[in-house]
């Protein structure tokens, strides 16, 4: 571990086991990154980050962990078994894309070299758009040659395999059978790479005077999709650029790169989506959105800057060129402009409200109106509180309004917004539960099987009609309290599955937390714990749920250890959840002894609530075989309960 960190970190050594250096995920000048490689595992004690290698990796690359770990296999020289055979047949297909997708860059970028025409005419553009040929091959530019068969040619020399070509686009087919042709021809070609370098993609720059001016590669779902790559992240990346400054094409990248601003990466010709801003928050606290006059004011535009509102973390401010200019012209004619519009970028939440005032006459009530609701909307989307309540102070400012009536304001849109958000999941959760049988644990359907249910549990059979609410009381929705009044009984919602327990009981998911802890700084009760019939199904379901079932499947092979946890997970909450339980660990002053010892309540805990809600279920459904089902679970509660820990995990 300490040889891998030392590749992005200057490590010191303070003692057998203890290493210090400047943490690579914050900006920091005294050491406070700290390593215990006996252990596997890192701390900063300024940030707060810590894991094992993998999440390291994870971090500092900003890789999910599947290919983290075949990084880190990689590097040890260990060859990855699948689990599954459909896995092992996706990852070969990734490595075959991988592998092609960088086979066609090098033969484009070798053709662009080469002592061809198609060679001579690419090197004439780049010469005329200023492009030296050190920035060339530093973003591998290339040529794809005029011709139908260059690319095809070119496989067969090198055993490329023709159908991955197809697959990515770069050869087509006029109907099934036929011969292949290059889709590329004639065009000055930027490979598209992803943060880590590797090719996913082409786009083509026309040398001829095609209508197309640029024509890129298809879309290919799970590997190449527009909206998650930004062009010259990796440049940037490497570069350790402070902030992301994003424009529209490949040539307001290259430009910019060429002169010493490599913060200039490129959207691809799509509006800065939430993925991209998300991938961009991996390596900067903030982005720079540049536009000339016409793009920023787009209705398009303002909705997709809206939605980077509430991305979390990441600053995002909006920056405008004059009409008509792209940031390559900008860089090559004009630098000090280019740098005043960057120097004068507006925040993203002022530029928005900003253009919902263009047309309206904000000294007018209507137009006043409709300037505040709309950045009503807008501050109803960030999900940082400090950074919520200064923006609403400035808008307040700006307006003129009490910040009081704003933030009721705002509550309330909280609240429709939520309202639509359950209202939405009530209808997909009717969806998904109106088939006979049910198939999910505990969920159940009304009698008669089609019958749709309302929100509160009971029919709408009746279709706002007199006989509706009649139904419902017959059936037995309605009962007596103990004043002798009648009332709604309060049931489950009948089209959806049983809630897990916990789910509206944080201080149940904390107290898992901390057992998890305990179990990984006690690798040895844990163990005993696995013979005693303890297990992940004493969990919620969720990350709480999935780290255990990593802690006691280690357990039960006697080789736990918090760093080895890590590496059985893969759904990303249950790796944060992990990551941030090994940060925190500190067997020499917890009493992680004292903690285990409420696993026996945790799982007693788990059952008497289950038992509940099952006996609940069955007064309230009249579905004879869920019925039947439900009652067979609750005898085996029953039992579990009265016979204890192993008697309830042989059950």
């Known amino acids: 571990m300490v040889a891998l960190v030392s590749e992005y970190v200057q490590l010191k050594r303070r003692g057998p086991d203890d290493f210090w250096g400047c943490c690579p995920f914050h900006d920091e000048k005294s050491p406070s990154f700290h390593i215990r490689p006996e252990r596997g595992v890192y701390k900063c004690f300024g940030c707060g980050k810590g894991g094992d290698v993998f999440r390291f990796v994870e971090e500092v690359e900003g890789l999910p962990f599947r290919e983290a770990l075949e990084r880190l296999a990689s590097r040890a020289g260990v060859e990855l078994e699948a689990a599954t055979p459909q896995e092992r047949e996706r990852r070969a297909q990734r490595e075959a894309w991988f592998r092609t997708s960088a086979l066609a860059a090098e033969f484009f970028e070798n053709t662009l070299w080469s002592q061809t025409p198609a060679g001579e005419i690419g090197r004439k553009t780049l010469e005329e758009r200023g492009i030296t040929e050190e920035t060339a091959r530093a973003f591998g530019i290339g040529v794809s040659p005029d011709g139908w068969d260059g690319l095809l040619r070119e496989a067969h020399n090198r055993n490329l395999p023709i159908q991955a070509l197809l697959d990515l686009g770069l050869l087509r087919q006029k109907g099934p059978g036929s011969k292949p042709y290059d889709f590329f021809r004639n065009r000055l070609m930027f490979p598209i790479k992803d943060e880590q370098g590797k090719v996913r993609g082409f786009g083509g720059r026309t040398l001829d005077g095609d209508e197309r001016k640029y024509v890129n590669s298809p879309e290919v779902p799970g590997f190449y999709e527009k909206r998650q790559i930004l062009y010259g992240l990796d440049a940037a990346r490497k570069?350790?650029?402070?902030?992301l400054v994003v424009v529209e094409g490949y040539m307001d990248v290259v430009i910019p790169h060429q002169v010493g601003q490599t913060e200039f990466v490129a959207a691809l010709g799509t509006a800065f989506t939430i993925e991209q801003a998300k991938l961009a928050k991996r390596y900067v606290d903030e982005v720079v959105l540049l536009f000339d006059g016409d793009e920023a004011g787009a209705a398009a535009t303002l909705k997709a800057?809206?939605?980077l509102v509430g991305v979390e973390g990441l600053s995002v401010r909006v920056a405008r060129l004059p009409k008509g200019m792209?940031?390559?012209?900008?860089?090559?004619e004009n630098p000090e402009l280019l740098s005043q519009a960057l120097e004068s970028a507006e925040d993203?939440?002022?530029?928005?409200?900003?253009?919902a005032m263009v047309g309206y006459d904000s000294a007018t009530g209507a137009g006043r109106r409709r300037v505040v609701e709309a950045s009503i909307r807008l501050l109803a989307r960030i999900p940082d509180r400090i950074r919520l309540f200064q923006e609403l102070g400035v808008v307040a400012q700006r307006f003129g309004l009490p910040e009081q009536v704003l933030r009721d304001a705002m509550s309330t849109e909280k609240q429709n917004v939520a309202r639509g958000e359950q209202t939405r999941r009530d209808r997909a959760a009717r969806r998904g539960g109106g088939q006979q049988g049910g198939g999910q644990q505990g969920g159940f359907q009304p009698q008669g099987g089609g019958r749709s249910q309302g929100r509160d549990g009971y029919s709408n059979s009746g279709g706002g009609k007199k006989g509706g609410f009649k139904k419902d009381f017959k059936k037995g929705s309605f009962t007596k309290n103990k004043d002798g009044k009648w009332v709604k009984k309060e049931v489950e919602h009948a089209a959806g599955p049983l809630r897990p327990l916990g789910s509206?009981?944080?201080?149940?998911?904390?107290?898992?937390?901390?057992?998890?802890?305990?179990?990984?700084?006690?690798p040895e009760v844990a163990t005993r714990?696995?013979?005693?019939?303890?297990g992940p199904q004493d969990f919620n379901p969720g990350p709480c749920q999935r780290v255990a079932g990593a802690i006691f499947a280690l357990a039960a092979e006697n080789r736990l250890q918090a760093a080895t946890v890590m590496g059985l997970l893969e759904e990303p909450r249950a790796r944060d959840l992990c990551a941030r339980l090994i940060g925190r660990m500190d067997a020499e002053n917890k009493n992680y002894e004292r903690e285990l010892s409420g696993m026996a309540a945790l799982r007693t805990a788990?059952?008497?609530a289950r038992q509940e809600e099952v006996s609940r279920t069955i007064r309230a459904t009249?579905?004879?075989e869920t019925k039947t089902r439900l009652l067979a679970e609750l005898t085996r509660l029953r039992a579990q309960l009265q016979q204890g820990p192993v008697a309830a995990e042989a059950h």
Do not use: S, T
Not at 504 to 522: F, Q, S, T
């Open 239 to 243: 570069a350790r650029a402070k902030r």
């Open 305 to 307: 800057l809206a939605n």
């Open 326 to 332: 792209d940031p390559d012209e900008a860089v090559q």
């Open 348 to 355: 993203l939440i002022g530029f928005v409200i900003a253009q």
């Open 504 to 522: 509206d009981r944080p201080a149940a998911i904390v107290r898992e937390e901390y057992l998890l802890e305990a179990l990984m700084g006690m």
């Open 529 to 534: 714990l696995v013979g005693e019939g303890y």
């Open 606 to 608: 788990r059952l008497r």
């Open 622 to 624: 009249h579905d004879k």
